[in-house]
């Protein structure tokens, strides 16, 4: 029994597929079937059942499963106990949304750069719900997101942050006073926007509906640094969080709003999966993001 063979395995029993298990691997899908093969030789059982291009375990399979998790965290936890303290040359592939990839990743991924210049970085955007898939299948090492806190007795949670989510508007705008707003005020006004059941709108909407209000958004986008770019440039109104508008603000090329009886926050949170082996790794990105690093 071989460790790669252990962590094709793995990786298969995540992914429900050979072929993507290949992918993530870098083997070609013949090389992930010799080696399931000669596992199941070895083990004298069958741990998969096929059907078409999607496998699934097989009970013998859930079983050594749990096994094969032991194993790979004792293999794991060996090697670090003789690894060179000094120096890290690992790999880390984190996934994290769009606004905290160009707001807070940048500094973050500078001073790791500096510290840690051998670990290789990967880094994928999505939204919550995606990256927490992706964290279940085992294709990422932690996720980095901005949502309502989140919880699951699959995962550990390394950090949450609050953030506030607040209203800004380009300067030039013309609006009465100086605030706070009635949120009356402000609804005939062009608003750019996320995609309706993004996070942060989200919480939007959800306030405009208990006051039975409604609001028709010139733009909706993903991308949050391009309705900042769209602010900066139009006369216009958004909601986003503090952090990816505080630099255009301080500059005054945007214009914070205060409204009246309304206040939102969300959460920045690190996670990753129980059966993940936290590494050095995780830990540095966890700490120079400004969280903790148990458990």
Known sequence: M????????????????????AESLGYSQSAVTVQIRRLEEELNTRLFDRMGKRVSLTVQGEQFLSSAYDIMYEVNKAKLSVADESEMHGQLHVGTIESLCFAKLPAILRRFRECHSGVALQVTIGSPEELIEKMERGELDLIYILDEPRYSNNWYKLMEEKEEVVFVASAELELEGEGPFPMEALLDKPFFLTEREANYRRVFDRYLASREMVVTPFLEVSDTAFIIKMLEETRALSFLPRFAVEESVRQGKLRELTVADFHASMYRQIFYHKDKWKTREMDEFVRLAGGSVSP
């Not at 071989?2 to 298990?21: H, P």
């Open 2 to 21: 071989e460790i790669r063979q252990l962590n094709t395995f793995i990786r298969a029993a995540q992914l429900q597929s050979f072929s993507k298990a």
